[in-house]
């Protein structure tokens, strides 16, 4: 396909949505922010993050991901490969975005319409796998407790009082028990407990302010998502944390 200037990066996202569906099939697991835009989320994201299925190495997976991603003509492709991410970088003159993409033996997924996307582009929708929710949420947890960024916050309200959707306990304890954090006063912390986490989450919520919100999730939210984002954000998961450690 060629990338032509007026593409939108929404256009992009889209095409390779639905050309890793055509190609990868069910191998291809669509998990991160963009799941949560097929559940209408608004919050915008540069980034495509996939897990693929079922590979035990990244390496299995680069090839045929760097040759789908070069059908994009005219876009500069840059390529990084580490213990834990294959990472694709496409640039064209007016748009920038990514591909983050690891390997399991197993992923729990479900079919999702892609719809919420095709409709302000007017393009044709397909189904696609995307990783179930419940897992998702684990994993957007998990992520939180690691990197401690309010979008996570955001995702995991939205994932709970949008979506409806509760955490996989089992996922989430794995998480837990291999923590991989660059934050310093967890470096040092290799497993957590579920109260544990309850405590931190609950104790960042209930100190959240306004003004961090909007310093950290400026330009990827609509202004009128904005007012009372903070106290949304704690009700939700100071509920979700109470549900889940009695």
């Excluded at 256009?11 to 291809?28: G, S, T």
């Excluded at 190495?57 to 003509?73: A, G, P, Q």
């Excluded at 998502?225 to 944390?241: C, G, H, Q, S, Y």
Aim: hydrophobic residues 45%.
């Amino acid at each position: 396909m060629k990338i032509l200037d007026e593409h939108s990066q929404d256009f992009i996202f889209l095409w390779l949505m639905h050309r890793i569906a055509e190609v990868i099939k069910d191998h291809a697991i669509l998990k991160g922010g963009q799941l949560l835009r097929l559940f209408e989320c608004p919050r915008q994201t540069s980034d495509l993050v996939y897990t693929f299925i079922p590979y035990k190495s990244k390496n299995e997976i680069v090839d045929e991901l760097l040759k789908l991603v070069n059908e994009l003509e005219g876009a500069e492709i840059r390529h990084t490969l580490n213990s834990k991410t294959l990472t694709i970088l496409i640039k064209t003159k007016n748009i920038s975005l990514q591909i983050e993409a690891n390997v399991a033996l197993e992923c729990r997924s479900i079919a999702a319409t892609t719809n919420a996307l095709c409709r302000p582009l007017n393009q044709i929708p397909r189904v696609i796998s995307i990783m179930s929710p419940d897992v998702a949420l684990s994993h957007k947890m998990a992520a939180w407790n690691e990197r401690r960024l309010i979008r996570d916050l955001y995702d995991i309200y939205y994932f709970y009082r949008i979506i409806g959707a509760m955490p996989d306990l089992t996922v989430l304890e794995k998480r837990l028990a291999r923590i991989e954090s660059r934050i310093p006063k967890l470096k040092s912390k290799k497993k957590m407990t579920l109260t544990e986490l309850k405590f931190e989450i609950s104790n960042t919520v209930n100190q959240l302010k306004m003004e961090e919100v909007k310093a950290e999730l400026f330009g990827t939210l609509p202004s009128e998502e904005m007012p009372n984002l903070d106290l949304k954000i704690r009700a939700a998961v100071n509920e979700l944390m109470e549900k889940i450690v009695n």
